[in-house]
């Protein structure tokens, strides 16, 4: 299914730079999520936009900055990240927030902190 | 604290037999439990679902059980076969209006299956 698109999927990068990452959906859902997945964790909820409005910030440090332009597109914009960050960070969405259905993931970008 | 758990990390099975997933939670406001499949360097793909009001839910190949009381679910995959061969993770959801928990995807820390030929 290429119904979530996540781009880059490899990112490497220092803790000094300012990189985005980039989720686009074509599945004319409403609502877009970003989790993160560390090695040997369970995916950890970051972000939630239904509408295009946040939703939910799950106590997510200032360094990492969403930013939902519309309900297609989702971006995670990054700055001075930490060693710690260094995660498989997934992209979903579904038909809207708090219904129970199920979410749709994209491949993941795999971001590595220098 | 974990809510959702995946307590066997791993499960080898042979082709043609029945493979048999666990996961246990302990949130009794969930309401809704999910399995996703995932194969290495792609994400999550939605497998299959069951309500809190249903105890079995079954599409082609896989059935999940759901033991409320237990707090308590399995997906079963008969006949297992090689391409079943992924990590599954199972997750859970709390419908109901309400809480800081309202629609967020609470997830296992997932198993891998590997089925032999």
């Known amino acids: 299914e290429t119904g979530v698109t996540q781009t880059p999927r490899h990112l490497v990068m220092g803790m000094t730079n300012k990189k985005s990452l980039k989720c686009e959906q074509h599945?004319?859902?409403?609502?877009m999520y970003w989790y993160k997945q560390s090695a040997k964790k369970p995916l950890e909820l970051m972000f939630v936009y239904n509408f295009k409005e946040q939703t939910e910030n799950n106590s997510v440090p200032s360094r990492f900055s969403p930013e939902c332009p519309n309900s297609s597109h989702l971006f995670l914009h990054l700055h001075t990240l930490q060693p710690e960050d260094s995660a498989l960070y997934l992209c979903?969405?579904?038909?809207?927030?708090?219904?129970?259905?199920?979410?749709?993931f994209g491949d993941g970008t795999r971001l590595s902190i220098l | 604290d974990q809510q959702v758990k995946q307590n066997s990390p791993s499960l080898s099975v042979q082709e043609g037999r029945i493979s048999i997933l666990n996961c246990d939670y302990t949130n009794s406001m969930f309401d809704y439990f999910l399995w996703y499949k995932k194969y290495p360097a792609e994400g999550p793909t939605f497998l299959i679902s069951?309500?809190?009001?249903?105890d079995k839910n079954e599409d082609g190949r896989f059935t999940v059980f759901l033991n409320k009381s237990a707090k308590h679910l399995s997906l079963h995959i008969v006949p297992s076969q090689p391409g079943d061969s992924a990590v599954y993770f199972c997750a859970a959801i709390r419908g109901d209006a309400g809480g800081t928990s309202y629609g967020k995807l609470t997830f296992g820390q997932g198993t891998i299956l590997t089925v032999h030929p």
């Open positions: 979903a969405s579904s038909q809207e927030w708090g219904l129970t259905q199920p979410q749709h």
């Open positions: 069951i309500s809190s009001i249903k």
């Open positions: 599945l004319g859902h409403n609502a």
